[in-house]
């Protein structure tokens, strides 16, 4: 894909990501890419409440992603965030219990489904770490599956595989419940 570019989620790129978004009925049972912000009233009471919870949280700069786009399409997106803003990580104690607070979290990263198997997860990921630097940096940390080299459904895979953030230079910090992992790298 030779026309690949990214954008960050803002209020101008908001119809983008919605436009994906709804492709996928908000995305994993309609979460609109929420799941991992801070608990809110409307979240999850329907998809459309969702949505609005996120749209407002874009409007108040409170959530944070690189967009991938293939031309003027939005195909793929990575989430990002300090903690505060995105708290609600699976193992949360015991990952707070290893490790140092990070800069930034990595929590999602989503491909449409006629885009997948093209390396997007991986654009998406360096996309992520480009808009981070421009933010001043620091330590970035994620959860990914840890597949071992196994096939695994996508449905799985909300945030992309070890194998993946190994090759964006993360290094492996240690095990994360049954089968995720925690990988860090300083920007």
Known sequence: MENLSIRPLSVETWKDFEQLAQKHNGVWGGCWCTAFHPRSPEQRQSSEATKAYKERLVREDR??????????????????????????????????????????????????????????SFAALNGAL???????????????????????????????????????????EGKKGKNHCIMRKTI
Not at 97 to 119: A, E, L, Q
Not at 140 to 160: A, C, H, I, M, R
């Open 130 to 172: 480009e808009l981070i630097k421009e933010l001043g940096g620091g330590i970035v940390e994620s959860y990914p599956q840890d597949t071992q080299g196994k096939k695994t459904s996508n449905s799985f895979l909300y945030n992309s595989t070890r194998q993946i953030f190994e090759r964006a230079g993360f290094s492996y």
């Open 63 to 120: 959530a944070h992603a690189a967009l991938v786009y293939d031309g003027d399409v939005c195909v793929a997106w990575c989430q990002f965030g300090p903690p505060q803003e995105l708290p609600n990580i699976y193992h949360r104690k015991e990952v707070e219990s290893k490790m140092t607070m990070p800069d930034w979290r990595i929590t999602c990263i989503f491909v449409d489904r006629d885009h997948r198997k093209k390396g997007l």
